[in-house]
């Protein structure tokens, strides 16, 4: 989707479709909304009346101009309770918008800012939601569908008469499309299969990423892995038949900084369960289980567009989780790169293995802090639900940086506790620890295994096991790989537009 900006009357556009907006309980619109009423012969508020449209957000209406503007169509989006109004409620409001649009084969849509009039909202991030809302909403997976159905708005147009805003809805506009971008991206390596998505496809896409955008980039093989002494993540690649990869993207800042952030993503292609073998349903989505690898490269496209002042490594320890003859037992006990050794009590529990030598790479390799991304637990899921991940953190700093963050990102984030106390649990009669602990706060001592290999250094870990893989649309991502994380990242490395 093309975006552009323009300063104009709404009522001048030539388009497809144009879209206008309406609080919620409001029976006779103002602003935009109120003048293409008006230039219509009042037919929204007629429909507003008659067939009782109320503006709730995601509901849509659409009324027709018979040319009484240049615009073939008008979409009325609802936006919702004006209390409760902010950029969550603008991207949906621009998603179910966008969709309709699409539905009507419309191929150059103009909008209004939602929100930036009448709302108080500054035109820079309705500008950013508006687009993310209408890229992400309407996304579609169809690389494996012989006849593709469905249709691709072709360009977006952002519509405002008040020239002292123009600046500010391109910079947001921008940087809305890029983070969308890279959103859509994640969201086809994740939903594309695992047999097409190996260990090997995730290090050609850094490769390509790192020469079309500009970032330098290391793929450590096998050999390389256990020579570094990556004896955690290596156990985890011994049962598949794939070449497990560990990827290195780096992005250099123009003017030289101090400081490296490393985003760290868990990249297993599929997990089967290993040796501890998932029951069908539970493996059912599994090539999922390489979220927060696509996360953090595509972030890292997205970053090397926008170029923040901060040096960033993207880390991948890239690998499928497979039984098989050479595959890792239960009671096997492995050496990660730090020295420390861990007892594989099961081989489900192998995120936090993979994670293990990553952190401590990134803290081999001078990270100032370290924020890990992964489908870690099914506790969390069960926690938290598919609206937010499950935070841990072992630094104040860091945590309310990326609270703030989740909320300006709308990828949500609740924090939840490194209890040291549960530390017992994975301790270990026969190594320094093992991999599972129970039960009973699972979540948490997945948290608590990958902190040892941060060495003190702010980390932070983000279990994005509900929010990855969305098994009913929430108003902005359908079912389906979402790209949690991805806007997230943008925010904490580049700040905002
Ligand atoms: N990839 C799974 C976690 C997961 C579960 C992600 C459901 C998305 C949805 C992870 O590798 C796993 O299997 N975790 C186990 C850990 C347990 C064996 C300690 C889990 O959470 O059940
Ligand atoms: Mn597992
Ligand atoms: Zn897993």
Redesign the pocket.
């Known amino acids: 989707m093309q975006v552009s900006n323009i300063t104009a009357s709404i009522l001048d556009v030539a388009c497809d479709v144009l879209i206008v907006n309406l609080f919620e309980g409001v029976k006779s619109p103002g602003g935009a909304t109120g003048a293409v009423d008006r230039a219509l012969g009042g037919q929204i508020s007629e429909i507003i009346e008659r067939e009782g449209f109320e503006g709730k957000l995601g509901q849509v209406m659409t009324v027709r101009t018979g040319g009484a503007i240049p615009a073939r169509a008008v979409v009325v989006a609802g936006l919702g309770k004006a209390e409760k109004f902010d950029r969550g409620a603008v991207r949906k409001a621009s998603a179910a918008a966008a969709r309709r649009a699409a539905e009507m084969k419309a191929s150059k849509v103009a909008t209004i800012l939602h929100g930036a009039g009448i709302g108080g909202m500054p035109a820079r991030q309705s500008a950013q939601a508006t687009v993310e809302g209408a890229i992400i909403g309407t996304y579609r997976f169809v690389a494996y569908k012989s006849e593709p159905d469905g249709h691709d708005i072709a360009e977006l147009v952002i519509v405002d008469n008040d020239a002292s805003k123009f600046a500010d809805a391109e910079a947001g506009a921008a940087r809305g499309r890029i983070a969308a971008e890279a959103v859509n991206r994640a969201r086809d390596l994740i939903n594309s299969p695992a047999n097409e998505v190996t260990p090997s496809c995730l290090a050609d896409y850094a490769r390509r990423l790192a020469s079309e955008a500009g970032l330098d980039v290391t793929v450590l093989e096998r050999e390389d892995i256990e020579k570094l002494g990556m004896g955690a993540f290596a156990s985890v690649a011994k049962g598949s038949a794939q070449p497990p990869k560990f990827i290195v993207l780096t992005y250099t800042p123009p003017a030289p900084s101090d400081r490296t952030c490393a985003i760290v993503g868990?990249g297993?292609t599929f997990?089967s369960?290993g040796l501890?073998l998932?029951d069908g349903s539970?493996m059912a989505?599994?090539k999922?289980?390489m979220s927060g690898a696509a996360a953090v490269l595509t972030a890292m496209g997205a970053i090397a567009e926008i170029r923040p002042p901060v040096k960033v490594m993207a880390i991948v320890a890239a690998t499928e989780?497979m039984p098989g003859g050479r595959a890792t037992r239960p009671g096997d006990i492995v050496r990660a790169m730090n020295g420390k050794t861990i007892e594989v009590?099961?081989t489900?529990?192998?995120?936090?293995l993979t994670l293990a030598d990553a952190v401590s790479y990134a803290v081999r390799e001078g990270a100032d802090e370290i924020v890990d991304l992964?489908?870690?637990?099914?506790?969390?899921?069960v926690a938290l639900g598919r609206g937010m991940s499950g935070l841990f953190c072992n630094d104040p700093s860091l945590e309310s940086r990326l609270l703030a963050c989740g909320k300006a990102s709308g990828d949500l984030l609740w924090p939840l506790p490194i209890f040291d106390d549960y530390f017992e649990n994975i301790k270990s009669d026969v190594a320094d620890m093992k991999?599972?602990?129970?039960?009973e706060g699972?979540?948490i001592?997945?948290a608590l295994l990958i902190r040892e290999f941060a060495e003190g250094k702010p980390w932070a870990h983000l279990d994005i096991?509900?929010p990855?893989?969305i098994d009913k649309d929430n108003g902005l991502v359908g079912k389906g790989g979402a790209g949690a994380g991805v806007r997230l990242l943008i925010e904490y490395l580049c700040g905002p537009a």
């Open positions: 868990k297993i997990d369960g501890s998932k539970s989505t599994m999922d289980d989780n009590e099961n489900d529990a192998e995120g936090r992964a489908t870690l637990t099914g506790a969390c899921v991999n599972t602990g129970g039960r699972s979540a001592a997945g096991a509900g990855a893989y």
